[in-house]
């Protein structure tokens, strides 16, 4: 939702597959809806024949009160793409006013996409709309890592609503809605203040080490959710599942 | 037959559908530091999470019955909202002893179930509440009660407490059941199926299904 008071700052990748064999195509534009607005600039860090990584970094203090960030990102048949992020994201008090992350991906037949990302703190007094939607196309495979921090260290949560949508044509794989905040984390998170996932979909693993077993989810139309929770952001870390995740993509 | 009294049938403990083998969770929450003391405090969470999933697919699930839509696209919106395999497990068992229930008693029912291969509670109880003619409104505070109920009705079994106190809970959260009632009673579509997770409760359920030291399935 777009208010007068918003300033948008819009990220568009697309990663194409190679035409001739060369390295494979990478278009990324970074805009803001005014001077002031923050956004996250798409860089380029490696480049080949089979994939791209991209680096997701922030131009301009994110993420404050009135931010609008959307992330758009599609990867082509047949195409790979890497996302990395070269630090966490800070929501900081935003004294009454909102902000918001809106992430939509789009896979198409055959692509791969991996998603290394950075723990997401949403201090005392932000309040965020955190969207991320993710359509697949036939043969299409996603890591996806993510760690939501309510709070910074010593102090009280933070408010979010956190909305994950997954889906393959008109068939929905994953639909989840958290809204977490002072009142109902609590009681969500089990008094726990991290919530650390890794998401693997539109493939599946067979064998799995225990240690990343325990905290499996399997999906119903394939693909898995490991998640953990914990008092600090190390004690819900996933190293074995997001490195099976990792593995079973690339 | 006045739709209170079916309505009452559906409630009641007593029906043949394996309720005493449900905690809706609560056994393993207790396994995990739970105290009798957060008992009202996790029958809220649950109103507002995974029971709130639960009565918005059966209203769905109800609508698509009477309209001819399809059932099986409503289970679909639930189990993907519902990311626990024992969740989903536990609630397709429950299912099926109603299916079994209903294909007695009302053996039309069955037919507008075919199409799904292993219905959820949640499903089965909106095609039956629509061959029942009951309302979308009574059907949601049906599984609001009855999930208060089996948190209550376990709890009374794992821990020593005054069975009028746990009772009181159970009074005092009918506000509560009310409010989720309205919440999910105008619901139509599979796609506006609410959809708040309780990350906690999916952990606790996980971990349940693979102990064996337990008194409940689920």
Redesign the interface.
């Known amino acids: 939702m777009l208010t007068s008071t918003e300033r948008v700052g819009r990220t568009r990748i697309r990663v194409g597959a190679s035409p001739d064999g060369g390295r494979c195509r990478v278009r990324s534009t970074s805009a803001g809806s005014d001077p002031g607005a923050s956004s996250l600039r798409a860089v380029l860090v490696h480049h080949d024949a089979t994939g791209a990584t991209i680096s997701l970094v922030p131009e301009g203090a994110l993420l404050l009160a009135g931010d609008a960030i959307e992330i758009d990102v599609t990867v082509d048949a047949g195409a790979r793409l890497h996302l990395i992020e070269p630090a966490g994201t800070v929501a900081f008090d935003m004294r009454g006013g909102r902000a918001r992350w809106d992430v939509r991906v789009r896979l198409e037949e055959d692509a791969a996409l991996t998603w290394a990302g950075e723990p997401f703190v949403v201090a005392a007094g932000a309040d965020v709309e955190r969207t991320t939607r993710i359509t697949m196309a036939n043969g299409a495979a996603a890591a996806v890592r993510d760690t939501l921090v309510l709070g910074r260290y010593g102090e009280g949560p933070g408010r979010v609503r956190q909305?994950t949508?997954v889906s393959s044509g008109a068939?929905?794989?994953?639909?989840?809605?958290?809204?977490l905040g002072p009142v109902?984390a609590?009681?969500?998170?089990?008094g726990?203040r991290v919530?650390a996932s890794v998401l693997l979909l539109g493939t599946g693993v067979t064998a799995d080490p225990d240690r990343a077993g325990?905290?499996?989810?399997?999906?119903?139309?394939g693909g898995h959710?490991w998640?953990r929770?914990g008092a600090q952001a190390h004690e819900a870390a996933l190293p074995d599942a997001w490195a099976l995740a990792l593995d079973t993509v690339r | 037959m006045h739709p209170d009294l079916l309505l009452m049938l559906l409630a009641d403990a007593r029906l043949p559908v394996a309720g005493h083998t449900q905690s809706a969770t609560v056994e393993a929450a207790i396994a995990?530091g739970l105290t009798t003391h957060d008992v009202p405090?996790?029958v809220?969470?649950r109103l507002?999470?995974v029971t709130l999933v639960e009565a918005g697919t059966a209203v769905v699930a109800r609508h698509a019955a009477l309209t001819g839509a399809s059932v099986d696209v409503v289970e679909?919106?639930w189990?993907?909202?519902?990311?626990?395999?024992a969740l989903?497990a536990s609630s397709r068992g429950q299912g099926r002893a109603l299916v079994r229930l209903a294909g007695r008693l009302w053996p039309e029912v069955l037919p507008g179930l075919a199409e799904v291969r292993a219905p959820g509670r949640a499903t089965v109880l909106g095609v039956v509440a629509a061959h029942l003619a009951l309302g979308p409104e009574p059907l949601a505070r049906l599984i609001g009660y009855d999930d208060v109920q089996t948190v209550c009705a376990a709890v009374l079994k794992l821990a020593p407490t005054d069975p009028s106190v746990v009772t009181g809970w159970v009074v005092d959260s009918l506000p509560d059941v009310d409010r989720l009632a309205a919440t999910v009673a105008h619901l139509e579509e599979p796609?506006d199926v609410?959809?708040?997770?309780?990350?906690?409760i999916?952990?606790?359920a996980?971990?349940h299904a693979?102990t064996s030291r337990r008194l409940f399935r689920a």
Do not use: F, I, K
Request: hydrophobic share 35%; glycine share 4%; aromatic share 4%.
């Open positions: 909305r949508s068939t929905p794989w994953l639909v989840e809605d958290l809204p109902s609590p009681g969500l998170l089990g726990h919530v325990a905290d499996r989810l399997d999906l119903e139309h959710q998640r929770l | 995990h405090a996790y809220r969470t507002q999470s679909t919106a189990a993907a909202r519902t990311p626990s395999a989903r796609a609410p959809a708040v997770g309780c990350p906690q999916e952990a606790w996980e971990a693979r």
